[in-house]
RNA sequence: GGUUCCGUAGCUCAGUUGGAUAGAGCAACAGCCUUCUAAGCUGUGGGUCGAGCGUUCGAGUCGCUCCGGAAUCACCA
């Protein structure tokens, strides 16, 4: 046997050096033989290697066309003899066969072996840390107002932010995850002029409401309220947005924002305690969401700091202001158009708060890039913000992305809260923890356990359902959720990747009662078949794929990946025996390879926010 | 009208810097539990990759034109 486990890690992190470089290898490997074949350099863009396409025989392929004009021979040809060379000089090379130009290459299945135990010794497998010299990435996501409760639309973003956050710092960024809280403007002064009518000191706690549902219910009396005043003034001939603007509820909100800019204690008193009883809502969402930040910003804070850039940027020459003392950013010469950053009367719009956040933020931070995850209908906006900036002399604005991700849509179109058909974030997640409750019992789980690990378990399900069914779709795509067909747990999704999971902690525990040990054996040659390759090449695919999604901002890719992962894991399951192999070594090798693509699963799920358990 | 994005199987979606005969899941049908969890595995059918032209040895992928859909172009956020 073995001696100690420390032997084995450096035994196999002598491989995880060489085997990690496989790519490398066989790159400088074909450079060479092309210059031993045909006595040229081949430029590294030449060197095209890809996966073997499942229906072939080999592991890496050669895409020998574009080394067809260094070489003067036919692509075929060329294939052949870079294989015949490759398989006489490099021993992990095993065989090769050339079909239409592609030189498909067998690793030697031995090698493989190796490079399992290599990424099994290794415990951070495939996350990067983060150095002293770790580029800073902000990442803004969430960014809620604060006068409806959360909805199906801010989970794809709360989803989508919390995974690249994640992803970004597997790949050894330093990330700071922060929020933008819209606290204050007339959205908020109509729920609490509506509560001020119409609440009779009402509470959260008095009515048993969550506190976002309890404001938002007012923010929609409100608008009732007002049309109910609209109607008379439309059916008396005025123009729907002229009564819009002139009924006495308009009016008066108005009335409560200016009281609010002008700093009045009682309207602040009463907008404190109404956005605090949102954030008690709100924390609870998030908290169910699984989502968190290290920092939050309010708008309340930041529109001020806006207003002071503007004003400043304004004396250095970079804006105009009109007769009418409005500020403008003059954007024509980059194709855009004349944007308004403070209104005639002084007051902030949109875009000043957005400028003072990103400078506080640079302040506080001094980021190198800061990523704003906010939806596709604000693709202008964050044009215009980065460019402001640029041309107000702030050159780290050139590290502001704008994450713009696809609108969430019904099989009828875009939800529409007029109509009602808004999918509320808590009632989706309370809906998805049930039907995993459900389907639970019908499949008769979760025997012998307490209620409330059932419970714990049919969450993790239900919201893993949700996640994955958000996560897998390419970001900037609009998607359709059909409220009517529930969330799939079968299939593509995160249940079946959860179940393969389970179903590896459940083997690697009956290993342990067992006494069955994962650890090599270096004196064992394991020659693994075919579909044990197949999991350890994509096993061997994690660690580029993680640099890849951060650099390419893909939680799909990494959603992708783990689905492919657990069938083709599934696939070996089915197909062979783990713990009733007889052969003591082969026994071992397949129990490290359960044991590694249930790391690699879990580390997968981590990534997109999703909770991976024991048993289900 | 300007700008940006999308269009792949009945439905929901993959498809790496252009590479081989475009892949999954759902739905339908037919099989597989005395064996490590059947939320699994295997098989069958299903495609003018919106249309056309171009670049290339090679285009779902790149370019142009058109068709269809979405977003945006507010002293709203």
Known sequence: MIGSGLKVTNYCAIFAARIKEMEKLLRSGIREAVRSLYGVNANDDLLQIQKTRREFEGDFTLVAFPLARLSHRSPEQTAGEIGEYLVREIDA???????????????????????????????????????????TVIIEYSSPNTNKPLHLGHIRNNL?????????????????????????????????LAWQLYGNGRTPATEGKKGDHFVGDYYVLFEQKLKEQIKPLVDAGTSPEEARENAPLMQEARQLLKKWEEGDRETLELWQ???????????????????EFDRIYYESDTYKVGKEIVLRSLEEGH???????????????DKL?????????????????????AVLRYNDYHFDRHIYVVGNEQNYHFQVLALTLLRMGFEWAKGLH??????????EGKMKSREGTVVDADDLIAGMTATATTMSQELGKLGGYSTGERENICRQIGLGALKYFILKVDPKKNMTFNPKESIDFNGNTGPFIQYTYARIRSVMKKAEEMGVRSVSDRNEKIIPNPKEISVISLLNDFH??????????????????????????????HDYSILGEENESLRSFRLRLSELTGRVLEKGLFLLGIEAPERM
């Open 93 to 135: 090379i095993d065989g090769y066969n050339v079909i239409k130009g592609f030189l498909n290459l067998v690793i030697a299945p031995a090698e493989w072996s190796r490079r399992l135990d290599a990424m099994h010794a290794d415990d951070a497998y495939g996350f990067a840390g983060a150095g002293p010299d770790a580029e």
């Open 160 to 192: 989508l932010g919390w995974s690249l956050a994640r992803i970004c710092s597997a790949a050894g960024k330093k990330v700071i995850r922060t929020n933008i809280v819209n606290d204050r403007g007339i959205h908020i002064c109509k729920s609490m």
């Open 273 to 291: 305690m109404m956005n605090s009883w949102v954030y008690e809502g709100f924390d609870v969402t998030y908290r169910a969401l699984g989502v």
């Open 319 to 333: 804006l105009i202001r009109k007769d009418d003392g409005s500020v403008w950013i003059d954007l024509t010469a």
């Open 337 to 357: 158009d004349m944007k308004l950053l403070l209104r005639s009367d002084g007051t902030a719009v949109y875009m000043t708060q957005d400028l003072g956040t």
């Open 402 to 411: 704008h994450f713009s991700y696809g609108m969430v849509e019904l099989p």
């Open 544 to 573: 580029l794929l993680v640099p890849e999604a951060a650099r390419e901002l893909s939680p799909a890719l990494i959603a992708n990946y783990c689905y492919d992962l657990a069938r083709e894991f599934n696939q070996f399951y």
